[in-house]
């Protein structure tokens, strides 16, 4: 008997579903919430940019300090690691045929970079969509298409 596991996240949650066989219903295990979802900029981290002085040949000039990378951004790479983490977990764990990653866009690229490779092997299937407020029917029909599909791991 075929076992899949299958991911369906966005910038908010992630679900993890389990499929017996194709044809099978899905079996919902958990949801990994991100922590880091609808929380202010102040609430991630420093509430300015630090500032820093130096001398040009006008005089003393004072500029801000600004991070690489906007704290909101800095969040979204937070949780595609806590995710990565959490799949690799499960990959470790448990035996499957495939895993299915059903990720937004934006979030799956992060996912892809922080996923190590003992899970990447494991994917079957890449879908860029927000699929998460799907319902469950539509979800399975979709998950079906996918799993059933013949031929190589390839990005749907």
């Known amino acids: 008997m075929a076992r899949y596991r299958i991911v369906v996240a966005d910038s908010r949650h992630a679900d ?3 499929l017996a066989e194709p044809g099978a219903p899905l079996d919902k295990l958990t949801t990994l919430p991100n922590p880091y979802y609808g929380r202010f900029n102040r609430d991630l981290g420093a509430d300015a940019p630090g500032r ?10 004072r500029t801000s300090l ?7 951004d800095q969040a979204g790479e937070r949780f595609a690691k806590l995710l990565a983490d ?3 977990r499960d990959v470790r764990a ?4 495939g895993l299915v990653l059903i990720v937004a866009p934006r979030l799956l ?5 922080q996923l190590p490779p003992s899970a990447r092997e494991q994917v079957i299937a890449e879908v860029p969509q ?3 407020d799907l ?5 399975q029909r979709k998950v079906e298409k996918i799993v059933r599909r013949p031929g190589p791991r390839a990005l749907v």
């Open 86 to 88: 959490h799949v690799a």
């Open 135 to 139: 319902p469950r029917l539509e979800l």
């Open 66 to 72: 600004e991070g690489r990378m906007p704290l909101k």
């Open 109 to 113: 690229s992060q996912l892809k970079r």
């Open 52 to 61: 820093t002085m130096r001398r040009t040949s006008l005089g003393i000039r």
């Open 130 to 132: 927000n699929l998460s």
């Open 94 to 97: 448990n035996s499957f045929d």
């Open 16 to 18: 993890f579903f389990d």
